[in-house]
């Protein structure tokens, strides 16, 4: 029986050949997996032309995992960040640090507006204290775009340190060292490069690195420690996820084939327009505009009528073999569907006519 669709931002609907790859186990000292990780190190700086100025650090996790050890070990413990929020991944990256007991500053945009980078150039000059600024490029809790060559400009500008969480960006929207400058950027395994959950990496510069020795708030979330150990032995310091690893680098060869980041955005773009107009056939409504849209998640108003129910319209659309994300905004009831993985127009259709089933079961006519 065929898996369920997966249409969400993360986990997602992988690959046959990315499946199968898991099917081998490897030794986490071994010379061949110590390539392996030489090599996907060096296969996700180019992603974002990185040269020599960058350098890969994978960890084991989530991508949240990953962003709280390069929150924990870039910044200094006398430092401080300014978190741009307007979502709750924004809100998470502003808890953590608290957490770890760095000085944080909130500039929050609301649930329906992208990032302003004017106020942000505000905030760096009305407060001199902040060394970093965080933002996430693509919000997953809505979808929302933020514009991040814009904020990079600003960042760079103020002479401040910019840190990305690139979770639901890396892949599939433009993000190279070429144009933009920023300290460190974040994602994982599993969102746009199509691999399976359970690593998280970051693509730091390297003399940032190199100036983050004893800042670390963790011994295990020490970015700077598991850099130095795999350039001086090739290794990680604790058992790695080897058959993550191992299914990244199967669907590294598949985004290769498939043309590269400009291709894979050009099918999620397809998979988006495709959804939305769908929807809107169904008398759906997406939450953002389209100039604010990502096309990696659609955040859906939940439609108006008494007989809504998100659970049943959940197990509904999960017996037609397709699974959705329930909404994560406070102003406004919603639920989410995702745009990514190893999916094309056929699958979108297939979701589509799931929840035009879905509502017509539940008497639901709009």
């Not at 962003?67 to 929020?85: F, H, N, S, W």
């Not at 599993?190 to 011994?219: D, I, R, W």
């Not at 953002?288 to 955040?299: D, F, G, R, S």
Request: hydrophobic content about 45%.
């Amino acid at each position: 029986m065929r898996d369920a669709l997966l249409l969400t931002p993360g986990p997602l609907t992988t690959s046959l050949a990315t499946k199968t790859a898991m099917l081998h186990d490897w030794g986490s000292w071994d010379s061949n997996f110590n390539a392996l990780t030489a090599s996907l190190r060096q296969r996700l700086v180019a992603l974002i032309d990185g040269g020599e100025h960058y350098t890969c650090v994978p960890l084991q996790g989530s991508g949240t995992f990953a962003v709280e050890a390069a929150i924990g070990t870039l910044m200094p413990r006398d430092g401080k960040l300014l978190c741009l929020v307007n979502g709750a991944y924004g809100k998470r990256i502003a808890q953590l640090t608290e957490i770890i007991g760095r000085q944080v500053s909130v500039l929050d945009f609301g649930e329906t507006a992208a990032v302003d980078p004017a106020r942000v150039a505000e905030a760096l000059v009305s407060d001199p204290q902040i060394t970093h600024v965080a933002v996430v490029y693509c919000e997953t809790s809505t979808g929302i775009l933020n514009p991040i060559t814009a904020i990079s400009e600003v960042v760079a500008a103020a002479g401040k340190k910019l840190i990305i969480d690139a979770m639901s960006a890396f892949g599939a929207l433009p993000l190279s060292a070429n144009n933009l400058d920023f300290d460190a950027v974040i994602a994982s395994s599993n969102k746009c490069l199509e691999g399976v959950p359970g690593m998280g990496f970051v693509l730091c510069k390297t003399a940032a690195l190199e100036q983050a020795s004893g800042q670390a708030h963790s011994l295990s979330l020490d970015l700077y420690q598991q850099w130095r150990y795999m350039e001086q032995t090739g290794q990680w310091r604790y058992t790695p996820p080897t058959h993550v690893m191992a299914a990244l680098m199967v669907a590294l060869d598949q985004f290769d084939a498939e043309g590269g980041r400009v291709a894979r955005l050009a099918r999620y773009s397809a998979n988006c327009q495709t959804l939305i107009q769908g929807l809107q056939e169904q008398g759906l409504q997406s939450f953002l505009p389209e100039e604010l849209q990502a096309p990696i998640i659609v955040t859906v108003h939940a439609p108006a009528h008494p007989n809504w129910n998100f659970s049943e319209f959940y197990q509904l659309t999960k017996e037609r073999g397709v699974i959705l994300y329930p909404g994560k905004l406070t102003s406004a009831e919603t639920f989410r569907i995702g745009c990514i993985g190893a999916l094309g127009q056929a699958e979108m259709q297939i979701a589509l006519d799931a929840i035009a089933h879905a509502l017509k079961k539940m008497d639901i006519c709009l």
